[in-house]
């Protein structure tokens, strides 16, 4: 349930508000309701309303000075405007508060019952949207540690359409980034998806590109084989998939601020 908060200096029409509409059915729980700006914004301190219908000709605080403050307190909240006053200052000041819709005098419980249906539509889409994000952000932990650890602080973020296809690069990559010839188009291939698409996607979940992401898996890997002072630099170079040592050796000092030398020192 979505709980509504109604501000409006006139009872008569607060009475009518309150009662001339099943707000149950629409999924709509009433907060209570207020006489003016101040009120309404105390009762919001002790309890956030989802949902804000005020009166813009109110004494003291009107209305659209009360949905400002509103929104500074709580940015989420959807806030419509009860009026009899059709007039364009109203309207462009508003826009500029993002109000979600209008509610003219005379009441009519018809326009009123589409309006908050529309409202409470509006509602469900974010809620779901925000569990969609959070499911993505669950999916990317619980991957993310087996693939890599450096891996592991991204921030994930996005749909959870999104969120998955971003998993299937991350599976694509770590099984083929030892691969000499590996790219990125070997990864968008596998997916399904254009190179560019893929790497815009792979970056909004994540914050990083795919040629980024395979660096770091071959130099993560280099840095667990030169931990074996058995094991030659140039096998490292070919098992990792750089034919260059010079290049093998730059990019590993770039990613581990030592070169492999002087990483592998350190374990000896």
């Known amino acids: 349930m979505y709980k509504l908060l109604i501000a409006e200096d006139v009872k008569l029409i607060r009475l009518t508000l309150e009662r001339s509409i099943p707000w149950s059915d629409l999924g709509i729980e009433i907060l209570g309701s207020a006489e003016n700006g101040e009120e309404a914004l105390a009762r919001m301190e002790k309890e956030a309303p989802d949902l804000l219908l005020t009166d813009i000709g109110m004494p003291g605080m009107n209305g659209l000075e009360l949905i400002e403050a509103a929104k500074a307190r709580f940015p989420d909240i959807k806030c419509l405007i009860l009026s009899g006053l059709n007039e364009f200052e109203h309207d462009r000041q508003a826009i500029k508060l993002q109000v979600l819709d209008y509610v003219l005098k005379p009441l009519n419980p018809s326009e009123l019952e589409a309006v908050f249906a529309r409202a409470v539509t509006e509602l469900d889409r974010e809620r779901r949207e925000r569990r969609e994000a959070e499911l993505a952000g669950k999916a990317a932990r619980e991957i993310l540690p087996h693939l890599s650890g450096a891996l592991c602080s991204v921030e994930w973020s996005g749909s959870l359409k999104k969120a998955k296809l971003a998993e299937q690069a991350l599976q694509v990559m770590n099984g083929g980034f030892r691969s000499r010839d590996f790219a990125l ?20 979940v994540t914050g990083e590109t795919i040629n980024h992401v395979i660096i770091r898996l071959r130099m993560e890997e280099a840095a667990r084989l030169l931990k074996d002072p058995l094991t030659k630099i140039y096998e490292i170079c070919d098992r990792i998939g750089y034919a260059d040592q010079d290049h093998f050796r730059e990019s590993f000092k770039k990613h581990c601020g030592l070169t492999p030398t002087e990483y592998r020192n350190t374990f000896l």
Request: no cysteine; proline share 0%.
């Open 185 to 204: 188009a070997d990864v968008a291939g596998a997916v399904g998806l254009s190179e560019r698409y893929l790497n815009q996607l792979f970056k909004e």
